[in-house]
Structure formats: structure tokens, C-alpha cells
């Protein structure tokens, strides 16, 4: 994998600020609009992405210096968030945009661009909005609703969202006569030309407002309000979903910008994640793990579940309890929940305790090989 500093053109003692202009500068240079059908900007400008997104926080620089990719869940092997479904190898432009948009402005790609259409002058559809819902394992195990908190634009109740005084509409515009654009000409030395804009009076709508709405501007209010989510079974940290219109309305009645939910997975205080696989540990005591015998073990659904323990386990050794685990994303099944026994070394016993297991040692079989090669 590349350099994350590489990627940027910048050295690894950069500012915070020199970071930010660096990942401007080549987003701007590779942004797909400017570069149609280019795969190779294509990729440039994820990896920009990706880079800004691990240097621009200041605990995944910290890691990422430290450990490097592994270090910030972006190596091979790791399930990390590159791994999870949240890398941005696998985000759309989109997804990169909403992330990322707040460091350009809404619509700096836009006035650049052209990006649809949209000018610097037009009039805004509604932005996305990001969030994050923290999940217990339990829910995860499940699927479940939750209902988010957030606070966005609104229509507002007196205009409904058109943003003319009630009782008023809004007329055609004189300048673009309702198209929205405006034709220009451009006379250089050599060259003539007309160019399209888009209309300055009207940004874009084709309409304009005459008596606009005393209680808003643009046909918006900020309000908090709680949406609900339906989170499926099975994810994991850095997963999201993307629900349509769900983020600011867009002024004078243009469309919704979209809510992108992040899941963050709670930090449990026993069980370990590794995929749709459950890792703990067990300690039982030394009896047991020479009689063998049945031992009580937690679950992730925060139930209990018996767990069989075969006479003669060693410490280290890993029992597996199938279909504990987490449910597959794509799939009916479930991963396993996986248990390492440690052997308890028995301490302050009593006279009985000690005679019973002095008895013992006169008895005990010596061990066949003690010494083993410790490989470092
Ligand atoms: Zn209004
Ligand atoms: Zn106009």
C-alpha cells in the first residue's frame, strides 16, 4: 500500500492545514468531473480520500505513524474499517463527497464542475447530513431500530417550503424567462463564444421569489428531529447506511439531501469481534480441567449457554461454540463464539485443600517432556 503521506505530497510533519490544502489541491486535480472516464484520477482521487481521512484525525495519524497501515485497520489481513465495508475503496463519490464536502464548501465541486449542473450561483439542493449510532453487541446480534437524534433544515410550516410569502407565489424569472440559464457571449481576441450559466436572478430555478416568507429564508428552518433507522443484523464498525432524502431539504422545495448513518460497535467489556466470530476467555479451575466438566458461559445475546469441558484441557487450548457468533451479513448463518480456557493455578488454600493436593503430587505421573525450544 502506498504512503498515506506519499499520496498527499506531503512530509510527515505537516500540519493539520498543510494536510487540508494538500488533500484539496489533489481532489480538485482528480475529481472525476474534471477527469471523465479517467480510472487512473479515479483512483488518485479515492486514495486522496482515504489518506485525508486517516490524517486528518488526529488518533488515526497517531496510530497510522506508529503501526502504519495495520495500524489503522488498512492492511490485508485486518477487518478493520478498510476490510469492513466502510473503505473507500467501496464508497461512491458520493459517499467521499458527503465526508469530505464540508472542507470545500457545499458547493465548491459544483461552481468548478459543473457538476450536474449545479453553478455557484444555483440554488441549493438539500445537503447530506452524517451521523453515527453507537450498537451494542446484543442489537447487533439482532438487527434493531433506533431512533437518531438530528438536527436539520426543514421545510417551513408557514411557506411549506417554497419560501414565498403565503397567499404569494412565485413568478417566472424576466431574465432566463424560466429556463433556469442564461446565455452569455464571450469575445476574446480571436475566438467568439457563448456560454451557458446559469441564471444569477433566479439561480437556476426559473423562478423568483417576490414576497418572500417572513419566517424563513429560502423556504427552510433548522429543527431537531429524530428519524428512525432500521440497522440490519451483522454489522460492524465503520458499515453505514445511506437513507435517501433523509438530510437537509433543499431551499424553495429542491430536492433532500440524504442521511449517511455510521455504526460504531460498543467496546464490550468481555467479548472480542473478529468478523462474525465472538472471542473470550474462561478461567476454570484446576479440577475441572483435569475431570473435565460443564461450565456456564455468557452469551452475546446476554443469556448463558452450557459449555462442555473435555478432561485433560490445557490452558491456551480453544473450545468453540457454534453459531454464538454474530449473524453473516449476506447469509442465514452465524459465525462461532470462540473460548480459550486458562487453567487457575489454585491459591490460598486451606490445611484441607493443602494435604489433599499434597497426597496427590506423591501420586502425580512426572511429565514426559518438561523443556520445550521458546521460538522469539
Ligand atoms: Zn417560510
Ligand atoms: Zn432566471
Redesign the pocket.
Known amino acids: 500500500m502506498k504512503d498515506l503521506y506519499e499520496v498527499l505530497g506531503v512530509d510527515k510533519n505537516a500540519t493539520a492545514d498543510e494536510i487540508k490544502k494538500a488533500y484539496r489541491k489533489v481532489a480538485l486535480k482528480y475529481h472525476p468531473d474534471k477527469n471523465p472516464d479517467d480510472k487512473d484520477a479515479e483512483v488518485i482521487f479515492k486514495e486522496a480520500a482515504e489518506a485525508y481521512s486517516v490524517l486528518s484525525d488526529k488518533r488515526k495519524r497517531q496510530q497510522y505513524d506508529q503501526f502504519g497501515h495495520a495500524g489503522v485497520g488498512m492492511g490485508d489481513q485486518t477487518q478493520g474499517y478498510s476490510g469492513g465495508g466502510g473503505g473507500y475503496h467501496h464508497m461512491s463519490m458520493d459517499d467521499i463527497f458527503s465526508q469530505f464536502g464540508d472542507i470545500f464548501g457545499n458547493d465548491i465541486f459544483g461552481s468548478f464542475f459543473g457538476g450536474g449542473g449545479h453553478g455557484s450561483q444555483s440554488i441549493r439542493r438539500g445537503k447530506d447530513l452524517r451521523a453515527t449510532v453507537e450498537l451494542k453487541y446484543k442489537e447487533i446480534v439482532t438487527g434493531v431500530e433506533k431512533t437518531i437524534r438530528i438536527n436539520r433544515l426543514e421545510h417551513c410550516p408557514t411557506c411549506r417550503g417554497s419560501g414565498a410569502s403565503p397567499g404569494t407565489s412565485p413568478t417566472t ?1 424576466q ?2 424567462g424560466g429556463a ?1 440559464r ?1 446565455r452569455q457571449m464571450s469575445q476574446s481576441f480571436i475566438f467568439q463564444s457563448v456560454v451557458e450559466k446559469v ?1 444569477p ?2 439561480r437556476g430555478s ?1 423562478k ?1 421569489i417576490t414576497k418572500p416568507c417572513k419566517d424563513c429564508h429560502m423556504g427552510l428552518v433548522r429543527k431537531t428531529i429524530s428519524v428512525k433507522v432500521k440497522i440490519p443484523a451483522g454489522v460492524e464498525s465503520g458499515n453505514y447506511m445511506r437513507l435517501n432524502g433523509q438530510g437537509n431539504k433543499g431551499e424553495s422545495n429542491q430536492p433532500a439531501g440524504d442521511l449517511v448513518v455510521f455504526f460504531e460497535e460498543e467496546d464490550h467489556p468481555y467479548f472480542t469481534r473478529d468478523g462474525e466470530h465472538l472471542f473470550l476467555e474462561a478461567m476454570i479451575p484446576f479440577s475441572m480441567a483435569a475431570l473435565g466438566g460443564s461450565l456456564e458461559v455468557p452469551t452475546v445475546e446476554g443469556g448463558k449457554a452450557n459449555l462442555k469441558i473435555p478432561p485433560g484441557i490445557q490452558s491456551g487450548q480453544i473450545l468453540r461454540m457454534r453459531n454464538k457468533g454474530f449473524p453473516r451479513l449476506r447469509g442465514l448463518s452465524r459465525g462461532d463464539q470462540l473460548v480459550r480456557i486458562q487453567v487457575e493455578t489454585p491459591t490460598g488454600m486451606n490445611r484441607k485443600q493443602k494435604s489433599l493436593l499434597k497426597e496427590m503430587a506423591e501420586n502425580e505421573n512426572k511429565i514426559k517432556n518438561p523443556f520445550k525450544k521458546i521460538r522469539l
Do not use: A, R
Request: charged share 0%; glycine share 20%.
Open positions: 424569472c431574465q432566463c433556469g442564461v441564471c436572478i433566479c426559473g423568483v
